[in-house]
Structures are given as structure tokens and as C-alpha cells.
């Protein structure tokens, strides 16, 4: 299927524009925007534009608060639980990962907890904020759509629940864990359907319990945990840790933001910081993350495999390279969101022309 | 196989008196023993008696220090750092814990990780811990050998580094998830190689990629990980946070205490604790996880689905039937504990003459 490149610059511009067209202050227009573009210049494209016509409608349906007062309700030393007001989710857990890491920088360590949030993108967008402070990030969010059923059952009253942990190193690239509790995330589901692909087994099941492989009949199965019992563990504990603890939506309490635009979401999600200096000097802790990534890297292969990568370098080598050549965006996908400019009244996002 | 049962309290005794015999403290030999056979009632066999002839082995070559000084070498308001000073394992977690639930208690959440600290038993053990306090608990750990190839990779780099978290519930059963992140934990390949049992497809892979089903063999092959390389970045982030960072061994650094009884382990382990006080009110939270835990377990089942399982309601059930029936322990481990008794002048374990 055909792509076309489009700038990270031109890409964050054109959603800037579409969240200022729905009357968000211009500074938050600008952070979401920027959150989303990076979602896609690291390859995450299950989570970046390709969710703002699903924002557009939730935020037209009066599903999501433009003018939010973000605040913290809870607090002690090392924690703290932020209320969302049902703004932007990645208004919301931003405001959360600042307040961690200023905690952390005291306390050692730092749970933010948020309720009454949204849904905020992937997940390592968040863990890797705090790398540039020489500080460990671990981040869980509840999901914002039930796809997974507890092990041996079919009521979908889990959602894929994400982990990530972002762990920095000295001259490589830094560790970034980004993963669903299920096989595959929903959001990998629908970029399949976006683009016309088939699921391989093993990522669905149907009601019958045979596999499902078609991306658009999604609603009709659903997703598989990782580990079998024990990607049901995860998920739940992660959903009771970012959704129940801090006053969140979890279980039947999970609004389907897939299907209704207009009922409060209250999603959960929470960070946990882990400031460096504390546990003794952050370079010789850079230096052995970098020694075990090339002990990993450089260790004896099975027959066939040409590489061995790392959690998180993936991303970071499509970051390097979306950033020369520019976001792949499909041509499907760049038409909807043509429509979408036509109905804001903004310009339509450009492309540097190269299709591939 | 036949099975023998124990009462707990002839198990702990039994355990108890083989440590004095090993000139441990008396407090500290009771508190490992308790723990031990803690692990073998709620059904944790892997990780309970059946370690104690490796326990000896290395305490007969001088490889735990018998009379450590364990200590707090790096503190702040919501995280230490415990040097275990290569005392039992069992003791230097324990005291990992008591602090991070004392830190907890103020700071609203704690991080305390220990360095030369040894095997310390089965996660949940630690990570149950802080639930009578109303607290939760995230615990991780290294483990003490490395069966795990980074993901297409055959050297084993890597442990089944488990993740254990607890969450209390009100009137139901504790929320305990207890994973190894590989498919299944090296001490219930031991188990079943104690029990002359074949491993089931999908544990152990060998040299080739071919299964390996004959657990007297592992040694030829390594653990596969849960979600392929998921499995893998959750195994590598846990051994930089349960590890690396507190100063433990990671990596190629991790000696296998299954063939070497002398060499210092510097083994690694992490407790998160989390205060429920400090996010609102205790009662509230717990009577949320008991609706979650009965929606799940009253749930819609798949047809040949008896019935679905919450995290640690099966050990929960074994603990309750072990503390009544008395505890399995299989013949050929019952000789073993007996040859052991023998050597270390200690009276042989009682057993309560059922034998199944």
C-alpha cells in the first residue's frame, strides 16, 4: 500500500492547528500536538495521528473537557494522584511525569498516580521523560477499550494494559520496554485494518475460540494475553496499580472510547520515577546498562537470526530515521485526514512529496 | 510418585534445626525456616525444602556468610539500598522489606533494592508482605542462574528474573501474581526433574531450537520467554532494576549457584511498597478489588472452562488445604532431607504417616 513522507515539523504543525481549530489553549494544542507527532516519528503508529479523528469526534461530542484544571488531590513525599478533569490524556500524564520526577529528586522515588484522564498514546512516550534527568521511568496505564477476556473466560473486562520502563545508558541507545499484556496492542490491530493487512494467529481468538485474522471483524474476538494466565496476571494487577489505586475506571467500569465519544473515560495511568543520584553516581550505573547492551547485542545468535536487538532500538532507529526522511504516513490514512482539515477549516497537512 | 505430608510446623522445625546445625543465629534460622516452609504451604514447591541440600552445600563451602552485617549503605526519604553482606537471602529481603513498609508509612511509597544478598525463596512471599500493613507490594528479583538467551540469541544471559505484586482485597482472597517472566521458572523444571516428570512443549528449547521435554536434561537447553521477546525486555528490565541498579550482579556477572557453591552471588532484589492510606481511604480500595475480583471470577467462561482463576487464589486454596492436610513432599526428597539430617546431626523430619 502506498505512503507518503511527511515531516515531524509538518506533521506536529497540522495537529497543532486541529486542536487549536477545537478551541484548546495554544499551549496545550502545542504540547499534545508535539506528544502525538513523536508517537509517530518513533514508529509508534498505532498511537499517533492516526488517533486524531477518534479526538476530534470525542472533543466534538463534549467527550473530553477543553479547558481543564489539572491538580494534584493527594500528596505525600513520594506520591502524589492527579486529577485529569477529563482533559487531553497527554496533558494529564505529562503533568504527572513532571511532578514524579520533582519528587523523585527529593524523595529517591516517585509514584504519580492520574484519575479522570484520557487516553495519552504509547506508553514509552512517558517512561523515557525521565532519562534526560538521569532518572529510571516505569509507566502503566489502564487501556481505554476492554479487548481481553481473564484466562478461560470471554467477557472482555481487561484491557491490553501497557507497561513501559525506560532505563538510560551512556553512549547507547537507552533500554525502552513499550508493551501491551496482550500479543498484540489493539492499537496494532487497527493500523492492520488501516492498511489492509491480516493479523498472523495468535494475536486473536473469536467467541468459538478460533483464531481471528481479519483486523476489520476486531469487535468480533478478542485479544490474547502474553503467557497465557500469566498475561492475564499483568494485566490485571496493572489495570488495579494505574486504574483502581488512584480512583480510575477499571474492569466493567471501562468506557469504550472506540464506540461512545461522549461519557467520561476516567482512565487511570501511572508513573513511577526512580531518581539515579540516589542509588550512588548515575555515569557508573550509564556505563554497566551500556556494558549489557552489547553483552546482549553481541552474544552468539540461533541459526537465521541476523540481529539481536534491544527493548526500545527499534524506535530509536526509526526516530533517526523518520526524522531525515520523513514519517511514513499511508495514503489511506493522509485522506482522512484531508477530511478532517476540510471540517476544522485548517490546512491540510503537507507531504515532501516522496511516495513509497 | 508418592507423597508424603508434613504439618508446616514440623517442616519449619525440621528446617529450623538444620540451620542452628549450620551455626546460623537462632533468630535468623527461625526466620528463613518460617519462610522456607511458608513457601512449600502455599504450594510455591520449587522454591521451599527442596532447596535447603543446595542451601547447604553452600554454607559447607563458605559461600553465605553465616553472621552478616546487613546494613542500609544508601538512604533517602522513599528508597535504600540494603547490603546484604552475603547473609541468607531470606533475611536480607525481609529486611528489605520491613523498610520499605516503614518509608511507605510516611513518604507514601518506597523503593529499597539489596546487593549481595543470595536466593531468597518464591517472589510473593516478600511481595505479600506489606498487604497486612494496607499496603501493596511490587517485587522483583535476579535469579540466581541465567537460563535465558536475550531474544534470538543462544547464550544465556539473562535469569527468569521474576515479577511478583500484591494487592489486598477485602473479603476475597489477596490479589498475588508470582511470574517468572521465562514460560516456566527453572525451580519447576526441578520439580518436575525431582518428580520424573516430562516438561510440556513450549518450557525448554535446546541448542538447536528443537523442543526439550526431559528436565534432567535443562542443562542442554534454556527457558523460553513468555510473548517471545516481550518475555525478554520484561527478564532484562528486571535485572536492571532488581539488579544493576542497587549494585547487584547482572548479566555475565550472575554465578550459577547450582554448580558453584563459594563464589559471592551478589544477588539482587527490589520491593516497591505502596501505602493505600496515602491515596484515600484503605477500606474503599480493597472493597473495589473484591467487585473486581468476583466480575472476573463470575464471569463468562469458554466451554470446557470449570472455573476462572484470580492471581494467588490457587496458593491461597493450597495454603488453606496444606495447613489442614499437611504439606506434599515427595518420597525421593524425603530421602534426600533424610541423608541430609543425617549428615548434619539434626533429628529427621516427622511426617504425619498419609501418604498419597
Known amino acids: 500500500m502506498k505512503h507518503h513522507r511527511v515531516h515531524f515539523e509538518d506533521l506536529r504543525r497540522f495537529i497543532e492547528a486541529a486542536f487549536l481549530a477545537h478551541e484548546l489553549p495554544a499551549a496545550d494544542a ?171 494467529p495468535g494475536w486473536m481468538i473469536d467467541r468459538q475460540g478460533q483464531p481471528l485474522l481479519d483486523p476489520r471483524r476486531a469487535s468480533e474476538g478478542f485479544l490474547l494475553p502474553i503467557g497465557d494466565h500469566k498475561g492475564y496476571g499483568l494485566a490485571l494487577v496493572v489495570g488495579l496499580l494505574a486504574g483502581t489505586l488512584a480512583g480510575a475506571a477499571m474492569g466493567r467500569d471501562v468506557i469504550d472510547f472506540n464506540t461512545d465519544h461522549q461519557t467520561v473515560t476516567n482512565t487511570g495511568q501511572a508513573i513511577l520515577v526512580i531518581d539515579l543520584r540516589a542509588f550512588g553516581d548515575p555515569a557508573h550505573f550509564k556505563h554497566q546498562v551500556d556494558r549489557l547492551v552489547r553483552d546482549m547485542r553481541g552474544s552468539e545468535r540461533l541459526p537465521g537470526v541476523e540481529r539481536i536487538w534491544l527493548p526500545g532500538e527499534q524506535s530509536f532507529e526509526k526516530r533517526r530515521r523518520h526524522a531525515q526522511e520523513g514519517i511514513p504516513i499511508s495514503a489511506a490514512l493522509l485522506d482522512e485526514l484531508a477530511g478532517l482539515a476540510a471540517e476544522l477549516g485548517v490546512e491540510p497537512m503537507a507531504t515532501n512529496g516522496v511516495q513509497t
Not at 494529564?92 to 522515588?109: L, P, T, Y
Not at 472482555?156 to 498484540?184: F, Q, R, W, Y
Request: hydrophobic share 45%; glycine share 10%.
Open 30 to 200: 502545542a504540547r499534545v500536538a508535539a506528544l502525538m507527532a513523536e508517537a509517530d516519528l518513533q514508529g509508534s503508529d498505532g498511537h499517533g495521528v492516526i488517533r486524531l479523528p477518534q479526538y476530534s469526534k470525542r472533543l466534538r461530542a463534549g467527550g473530553i473537557n477543553r479547558r481543564p484544571d489539572i491538580r494534584v488531590v493527594q500528596e505525600r513525599a513520594a506520591m502524589a494522584v492527579v486529577d485529569g478533569d477529563n482533559g487531553m490524556g497527554h496533558l494529564v500524564v505529562s503533568r504527572a511525569v513532571d511532578i514524579a520526577i520533582e519528587k523523585a529528586r527529593s524523595a529517591g522515588v516517585a509514584w504519580v498516580g492520574t484519575r479522570l484522564s484520557n487516553h495519552a498514546g504509547p506508553a514509552s512516550l512517558y517512561a523515557r521523560r525521565p532519562l534526560e534527568h538521569d532518572m529510571l521511568g516505569l509507566y502503566f496505564a489502564v487501556g481505554n477499550a476492554n479487548h481481553l477476556p481473564p484466562w478461560g473466560g470471554m467477557e472482555m473486562l481487561l484491557s491490553t494494559n501497557p507497561i513501559s520502563v525506560g532505563i538510560p545508558a551512556d553512549e547507547e541507545p537507552p533500554v525502552v520496554l513499550d508493551m501491551a499484556t496482550t500479543v498484540a496492542a489493539y492499537g496494532k490491530v487497527k493500523a492492520k485494518a488501516k492498511r489492509g493487512e491480516l493479523m498472523p
